[in-house]
Structures are given as C-alpha cells and as structure tokens.
C-alpha cells in the first residue's frame, strides 16, 4: 500500500488548509500524525474507512476535521484557524485493522509527508 499526501504549504496564523492523502488500496483505518522540529511524531486523528467513525487528539478537537473518499481513495484533513503550533510535518498512516489508535505502531503503511508552516 503506497500513500501520497499533498496540500501542506506556508500559510498565516487564522488561516485554513486542507491536506489530501491518496492511496494505492483500500484498507481498514487511516490517519494523521504530525512531527514538529525536535520533536517526536504525535497523533492527529483516525477515521474507519467503512462506516467513518472518527477519532481526534485533544489538540486537533474543534480545529481540525477528518474525513474520507473512498471512490477516490483519498484521506483528507481540513485544518480551520491554524497555529504556529500547528507547524509540523503532517504524515498520513494506514491500517490494516478496523480499530481505531492513536499509536502510530498500530499503523501499517505510511507517506512520506508533507509540511505544514504556519507563521505568526
């Protein structure tokens, strides 16, 4: 299973960005992550691709929205009223399972990244 996010870029503190993650297969859960310089990859939200049931870190709740296409095999994360904080590189991951986790051992598959910066 091969993932490619798209859709990070340099935007200003308030603004909104919605980032797009395509896979090559279909498979049981997906979900964000980001890691910011320094510091160690930390969850996002999680969604199950078969009835959409969605998952969101404390940090992401309210601010952030995950959801899916599965005709179109794409993930997507919309971002509203963003930090400096929020200035990491966002991952895109996948499941095998229909469990919902915040680990990242549990995911399978992972993208390459894209890099979200938001300046102040």
């Known amino acids: 299973v091969s993932l490619e996010e798209s859709g990070g870029g340099l935007v200003q503190a308030g603004d909104s960005l919605r980032l797009l993650c395509v896979t090559s297969e279909r498979t049981g859960t997906m979900g964000w992550f980001r890691q910011a310089p320094g510091k160690e990859r930390t969850y996002v939200a999680a969604i199950r691709l078969r009835d959409g049931t969605t998952d969101y870190a404390d940090s992401a709740k309210g601010r952030f929205s995950i959801s899916r296409d599965i005709a179109k095999r794409t993930l997507y994360l919309q971002m509203r009223n963003l930090k400096p904080e929020d200035t990491a590189v966002y991952y895109c991951?996948?499941?095998?399972?229909?469990?919902?986790?915040?680990?990242?051992?549990?995911?399978?598959?992972w993208g390459q990244g894209t890099q979200v910066t938001v300046s102040s």
């Open positions: 991951a996948a499941s095998n399972s229909l469990l919902i986790r915040g680990d990242s051992t549990h995911y399978d598959y």
